[in-house]
């Protein structure tokens, strides 16, 4: 098979691009990789698709595994419905069927599709699920505190689906958010903990860690999490490791502390002085006149 591109991106010999391999009436994935589905690993990536938030041009659904050779499905909805259909586990066990018992499969996305990746990891069988900032529910009944999403709740019909019966002792769950940020902090407490189950605290990054990491250069961290080749440890050293670097999380922490009167403030206005972070210099002077 000659070279394909998709985007800009060159395909691998033998790689099939954005090739459907179902289309129902709400949900159509498509498999980028080896021809014949026969990929060794496989991540499965539900919408929206994180970075730079750009489904149809791909983001980090297609150019940017593509370019790192990473065998991948999106996931397209055709309704923001938070997956909430009897369609939702059909899609699943025909996307593993597609691969076969051998594969290693990824489930992995952020918000609405990182729950969509927690609720879908059993079906699909998948080895592992990685969430970034997931929600448990947008049901007003279930999570009062969540005050984002309802234009979205306005135009479903319920909730139907619960992770509890859907997340098991079989794989593994990596978690991912900010502890310092309200409403995802309330979400992640009210995950199911099964055996397997990690965190990775993103101190700093809000609702924005896909953002963060790309902006504190961990991004290569966050694929090789992906590709299952390092642990969620080691990612959470890489995160520590790029604080320093990173605008957001300089920002959220160094903004606590300035306002809480904390002596380690001084230190973010020095890393911000060093980095040239006008923003936040000029955001924090003025609490040393």
């Known amino acids: 098979m000659t070279d394909a591109t998709t985007g800009n991106v060159t395909l691998p010999k033998g790689w099939v691009s954005r090739q459907v391999i179902y289309d129902g009436r709400l949900l159509r994935l498509e498999y980028t990789g080896p021809a014949n589905g026969s990929a060794q690993r496989v991540l499965v990536a539900f919408a929206p698709f994180d970075y730079p938030f750009q489904t149809d041009e791909g983001g980090w659904g297609t150019r940017s595994f593509t370019k790192r050779g990473m065998a991948h499905v999106c996931v397209f909805h055709r309704n923001e419905d938070w997956h909430q259909h009897a ?22 996305e952020f918000s609405m599709g990182g729950y969509g ?63 310092l940020h309200g409403q995802d902090r309330k979400h992640e407490a009210r995950l199911p903990k099964p055996a397997g189950y990690a965190r990775i605290l993103l101190h700093g990054a809000g609702h924005a860690g896909i953002q963060t990491i790309v902006g504190m250069g961990k991004h290569d961290a966050l ?26 999380y300089l920002r959220k922490l160094g903004s606590v502390l300035h306002e809480k009167n904390k002596p380690a403030a001084r230190k973010f206005l020095e890393i911000a002085e060093q980095k040239g972070f006008h923003r936040l210099i000029k955001k924090w002077t003025p609490f040393y006149k």
């Open 87 to 108: 369609e939702f586990f059909t899609t699943m066990e025909a996307c593993r069927a597609f691969f076969g018992p051998s594969p290693d499969v990824t489930a992995y």
């Open 117 to 179: 990746a927690l609720l879908g990891a059993k079906a699909l069988d998948a080895r592992r699920a990685i969430a970034i900032s997931p929600q448990s529910s947008i049901d007003p009944a279930a999570v009062r505190f969540e005050r984002r999403d309802g234009e979205q709740w306005a135009k479903m019909d319920g909730w139907m689906h619960d992770l509890r019966p859907n997340m098991d002792g079989a794989r593994s769950y990596i978690v991912m958010y900010d502890p």
């Open 223 to 248: 694929f090789d999490l992906l590709r299952g080749d390092i642990s969620a440890r080691a990612m959470r050293q890489a995160y520590r490791a790029g604080r320093r670097d990173g605008f957001r």
